[in-house]
């Protein structure tokens, strides 16, 4: 199993040093690119590294340091670094998301884990709930029970995929 790992770490070091190489070859193609690709980036490898290796708890924290990534990102390009006030509640969305693909990316075969769905339901409430009320103008507090509409649909989709007691 080490000759697994070491063929996925080789080949994830020549993808990154590739781009890196086309980066400083065409300097001009890459403008949008700035500092918060590198977190992006050892996000992505977190991920190829958890698809290649069929190890899926490595998504985990590629989705939370590439999520984290993505709204340092988006804070760089618009300057609205204010959003981090709300924006910090997508973190458990993050980690559900990881324990989702965790599921399907796994060795063992794909498996559904009903707790991915509540993280991101409440990552998702908080966002709307903090973001309503520090920054995006929205007006959703008479909206806070289709938190609880949530929960029991996950609730019933979860039933679903419970394995079947033996007998």
Not at 144 to 152: A, N, V
């Amino acid at each position: 199993m080490k000759n697994r790992s070491d063929l996925v770490w080789g080949l994830i070091l020549i993808i990154i040093g590739a781009f890196l190489l086309v980066t400083r070859v065409f300097p001009g193609y890459f403008d949008f690119l700035d500092w918060p690709f590198i977190v992006i980036g050892v996000g992505i490898v977190f991920l190829l590294s958890a698809i290649l290796s069929r190890n899926g708890g490595l998504a985990i924290p590629g989705c939370i340091v590439g999520g984290i990534g993505a709204i340092l990102y988006y804070q760089r390009m618009t300057g609205r670094w204010d959003t981090w006030s709300f924006a910090w509640t997508l973190i458990p969305g993050f980690v559900g998301l990881g324990i989702l693909l965790s599921g399907l990316i796994d060795r063992g075969g794909p498996r559904f884990d009903s707790s991915s769905l509540v993280l991101m339901a409440i990552s998702a409430t908080g966002f709307v709930i903090f973001g309503g009320s520090f920054g995006l103008g929205w007006n959703y507090g008479n909206l806070w029970p289709l938190f609880i509409i949530g929960l029991g649909v996950i609730v019933l989709i979860s039933a679903f995929f419970k394995p079947k007691p033996k007998e």
